[in-house]
Structures are given as C-alpha cells and as structure tokens.
C-alpha cells in the first residue's frame, strides 16, 4: 500500500489585531493552558463580539450617511437638486444624523485615537479621528452661526468607509480564532482515570503527572504521556503532519490529541496544562495571531506622517490665507478642508482587505501562518527543501498496484482484502475499501473479524482464513 497523495500539513494560522479602540469588547480568557476549552472559547467569543460591534456600527452609519448626503448643500449643487430637497432648518437635521454617525459610527477612532496618543505612538486611528473631529466640529460652529461650507458628507462617508475595512479585518481575525479554537478541539473533554483498580471519568484538567488513564480504541488521547500497557496504532496527524498512524508499544511516548487506533491502552500522564505538546502548538499559533504584518506596519507609518502632514499643511494653510489678507472664517475653511482630504479613505480600507484576502486564502488551504512578516516575504521563495517526504500527504490512503501471487487475479486479491478491512476503522483499510468499490467489486461480510493491533486485521471469507497484515507481521 502506498500512500499516493500529496499533502501541505503546514499549520496555518490567521492574523489578530489589537483593536485596542474598541473598549467595549471583553477581555480575552487569560486563564491556564490546560483549561485550553474554555479558553479558546473565550479568545472565540471576543472576536465575534467585536465583529458584531463593527457590523453594527457600520449598518447603522451607513444608514444614516444616505440622508446626510441628500440633505448636502455640495451634493444637491451636484445633481442640480438644491431647489427641490432644500427645506427650512435642514442644516439642524444634518447635524443631528451627523451627531450619531459621529459619536457612535466614529466611537471605535476616537477611542484608538486617546490609546495611541496615550502611548505615544499616533497612527491610522490619530489620522482618522483627527480628520472626523475636525469636520465635526468646524461644520457643528457653521451650522450654529459661522459662515462656511458643511462637511459633514465628508465625515459621514470617511466613517462609514473605515467601519467598512475594520469589519471586514475583524471578520478574517475571527476566521483566525477559529484555528486555535480547532486546536483546542482536539483535547477530549474528560479521561477514564485508574482509581484502586476501577476507571472513573474525571475532566482532563483535574490530571496530574503519574495518573494512569485508559484510552479506548477510537478515542483521543487526553494528555501526553507514556504507555504503561498495550499495542495500537495512533493517528497524530493533526499534530504532526505524519500521514501514517505510528505503532505505539509499551514505554512508547503518546502525545495528546492523538487518535487511538484498534486497541485500547493505558497511559502514564508525564504531561499537563502548558507542559503539553498541544498546548505549545496552541500557544505559537496565538502569539502569530498577535504579531503584525509588514503591509500594516506600513500603513501605520504611512498613517503616522500623514498626521503629522495633515496638521502642519493645514495650520500652514491657515495661516497663508491669512497673510493673504482673507478673513479668518475663509483661511479656516481651507485649513479645514485640507486636514479632511489628508485622510486616506483607500489606505484604511486596502490593508484590511488585504490582510482578509490572504488570510481566507490560506486558511482554505489549511495554512498556519506563525508569522505573517514572514509569510509576506515567502514571494521571494525560489525553491523550497522538506526534510521528509512523510510530511507531504493529504492523509488519505489509497492503492497503487495490486500483485496477485497465486491463481487467484488482481480483483480476487482485492474483494478478499477488502471484505476483511470493511469492518476495521484503520485509514489504510479504509483506502483499500474505496479501491475496491471503485473498481465495482462486490464485498462479503466477514465473519469472526479481528484486529491485530499495530499490525493488521483477520477473518474468515467464504470459509476461507484471510489475512491482511503488514510485513512486520511476517
């Protein structure tokens, strides 16, 4: 048998943000690793609540935006409209849709705007709610008395766009959470610990090293550890890559989350909480959740001098039109106008989409990214070197060759094998199973079916003995 696919086990792993703006959101589980359940629980639910947050936010500004750009001044001149939508006291009402957009649309930015600042380092946040603030607040002073021109279509729309790219790259976080919460799967809920000779079922949590635990053909194993008394063929794949279940004996190190295979085995805790293979897996993948792209380092440099532009150029505006002689509410206007525009609307949206694009990308192709600087640099690649080929498989088996070595032909070999793998749960059975009903053959029940452990499974066929072992067997 061989196994006749190519697989990409490398472990992929989506990209998280610090979305320090958003206050609201729950602080994540920092409890032990070996309460890896509800942590990754925890890690999940705080990303939907902030997706949800976003979506929210985004759905109500954007609703809200509509009338604003209806009851524009600019946008009515526009469509030649301003005779017909113009109405007594419609100012106010802009003003009043632009208060909500302002406070609850544009909350997220205001508050990432008080963070970066508060560590000093201003970026796309700084950029953004200085651009909304300004707007606001010029256009509130027009509405209420001074001459000038409304922004607040401006503002409305710059809010309603960075909603937009903040949503999309909290949903792609999510799709991230999500494998460290598929990891955290593969930890069973409970074990059957010894007890003075009987099993009781006890969380994993409450294991200690030196407990002795019964592991059931079929089930996961609970923690890592070592096999005290048994012979079975465990399936890791999930933690390592390896497509082929390993042959466990007694003294054989087993890692937790491993799939038992035919028989059942004791196993000796030597491991648990953060000590455990599983629970170092889990714990890179989020640290590579935290670490930051070098498109979004970047953005937020580029972010950084824009403010810095955006502040200088304006107050240099302002001052220009002054020295030009035009009055104060004029030069204030332009300044106004000049620190609105000097926010990139495309910069805040691109690099989200991005970051989503490459994230759901890698994702359907089972990709763990540990680290997406890394990851973004791996275009340069040239050649890639595997030290083994055991790594590259899709973990389905297959058949390649049939050779029959008596009378009996290829098809013959292959219904008398797979009738007595048609009760084994073994991946290579399974493989020779699928074989067989492509081909059409027909397969009998067996009878009097047994598993070898670690080495094959027997029955009687038509009355026949059949074997079907692998050749450590013989």
Known sequence: MADQHQHDHNHSEHEGHDHSEHEDAPEEGAGHEHDHGHEGHDHREHHKHMVADFRRRFWVALVLTAPI??????????????????????????????????????????????????????????????????????????????????????????????????????????????????????????????????????????????????????????????????????????????????????????????????????????????????????????????????????????????????????????????????????????????????????????VPLVVAVSTALAAQRGLFIRDRAAFERSRAIDAIVFDKTGTLTSGQFGVTDVVPLGDCDENEVLRLAASVESRSEHPVAAGIVAEARERGIDLVSPAGFEAIPGKGAQAEIDGRAIKVVSPGYL
């Open 69 to 350: 750009l209806i009851l524009s001044p600019m946008i009515q001149g526009w469509l030649g409209l301003a005779e017909v939508l113009a109405f007594p006291g419609d100012r106010l009402v802009q003003w009043a849709l632009a208060t909500v957009v302002f406070f609850y649309g544009g909350r997220p930015f205001l508050v990432g705007l008080r963070d970066e600042l508060g560590n000093r380092q201003p970026g796309m946040m700084t950029l953004i709610a200085l651009a909304i603030t300004v707007a606001y607040g010029y256009s509130t002073v027009v509405v209420f008395g001074v001459p000038g021109e409304l922004l607040f279509w401006e503002l409305a729309t710059l809010i309603v766009v960075m909603l937009l790219g903040h949503w999309i790259e909290m949903k792609s976080v999510l799709g991230a959470s999500g494998a460290v919460e598929e990891l955290v799967r593969l930890i069973p809920a409970e074990a059957h610990r010894f007890t003075n000779g009987d099993t009781e079922d006890v969380p994993v949590s409450e294991l200690a090293e030196g407990d002795r635990v019964l592991v059931k053909p079929g089930e996961k194993v609970p923690t890592d550890g070592v096999i005290t008394d048994g012979v079975s063929s465990l399936n890791e794949s999930m933690l390592t890559g390896e497509s082929t279940p390993v042959e466990k004996n007694v003294g054989d190190e087993v890692i937790g989350g491993a799939v038992n295979g035919e028989a059942a085995l004791t196993v000796e805790v030597q491991k648990t909480g953060e000590q455990t293979y599983l629970a170092q897996v889990v714990e890179m993948v989020r640290r590579a959740q935290e670490s930051r792209s070098r498109s979004q380092d970047l953005a937020n440099t580029a972010a950084k001098w824009l403010t810095v532009i955006a502040i200088t150029v304006g107050l240099v505006t302002l001052a220009a039109w002054l020295i030009a002689g035009r009055e104060f509410v004029f030069s204030l206007e332009r300044m106004v106008t000049v620190m609105v525009i000097t926010c990139p609307h495309a910069l805040g949206l691109a």
